[in-house]
Nanobody, 124 residues
């Protein structure tokens, strides 16, 4: 059974940093591409904020470029999202998801497996 477990969400102040983890079990990260998504309160889930593919390709939405860094530890089968200079608009539930290599990766619905999310709140 494939499971993705996000962790690391917290309440932080604007300008602070946070690292999220996505531990994957039942499936190797070699399967393909991992993406991170955010669902802000009262809004639909976003398109991918960033992604990391098994071939080393990564991509970032303009809204997070330069502030977010996605990385993977294949030995731990875990993907990380390092976030710095957080802003109130970064608030939301963060989800990781995995899609088979070569598949579409921008839209949430294209992914094969998803986690349950972790809450990030950026507020004074």
């Amino acid at each position: 059974q494939v499971q993705l477990a996000e962790s690391g969400g917290d309440l932080v102040r604007p300008g602070e940093s946070l690292r999220l983890s996505c531990a994957v079990s039942g499936l190797s990260l070699d399967y393909g591409t991992v993406g991170w998504f955010r669902q802000a309160p009262g809004k639909r889930r976003s398109g991918a904020l960033c992604m990391d593919s098994k071939d080393g390709t990564s991509w970032y939405d303009d809204s997070v470029k330069g502030r977010y860094t996605i990385s993977r530890d294949n030995a731990k089968n875990t993907v990380y999202l390092q976030m710095k200079n957080l802003k109130p608009e970064d608030t939301g539930t963060y989800y990781c998801a995995v899609v088979k290599y070569g598949g579409s990766w921008y839209v949430w619905e294209d992914y094969d497996y998803w986690g349950q999310g972790t809450q990030v709140t950026v507020s004074e």
